[in-house]
């Protein structure tokens, strides 16, 4: 698939900084922003321990429930965070920005998606909702989950940010 800029990372990296120049924490924002973010990256594994990029149209395990569950998990770590730096105004800076950035970059991937494999994703795209489905099925999310893949799809990666931004705001608040 051809990138197209999108800045996204660019922005990214800007609103990190700003983020965490910004950050409040307290013992408590962190625990609870800790929580949200392990919920958030729990969903990114499982993604990324299913896919197999430009195999197949992942429809099984957690792309039963998504069709965008990287995007979902990595949603609900960005409002992880936002809970443990405790900046109303940023929190409502990623709530506008984070749709409206990862909005084309969905429709981008399902135009794509949908020259790709045809018929195939138009059907998956009509019995899948785009964000989420409302169900959970744990059971199969689990047998179609391989750790191999998720480390394959770097996904420890976005692991690594986690552990980083919580050392920033445990020495933030103890240091600082």
Sequence with gaps: MARKNTYRLQISFVAAIVFLF??????????AGTVI???????????AGTITKYKA?????????S???LYVGSFIIGAGACVMG??????L????AFPLMYYRIINREEKFLTTRYGEEYLSYKRTVSR?????????????CYSHPLAMKNKEYE??????????FMLVKLYIF
């Design 86 to 91: 405790r900046d109303p105004w940023f929190a």
């Design 37 to 47: 973010m392990a919920i958030g990256e729990a969903i990114r594994f499982a993604s």
């Design 67 to 69: 069709r965008n569950p």
């Design 158 to 167: 976005a692991l690594m940010g986690i552990f980083a931004v919580i050392v």
């Design 93 to 96: 800076f990623f709530i506008m």
């Design 131 to 143: 964000l989420w489905s409302g169900k959970l099925p744990i059971g199969e999310i689990i047998r």
């Design 57 to 65: 149209v992942a429809s099984t395990g957690i792309y039963s429930c």
């Design 22 to 31: 910004r950050a409040n924490p307290t013992l408590w924002s962190i625990v």
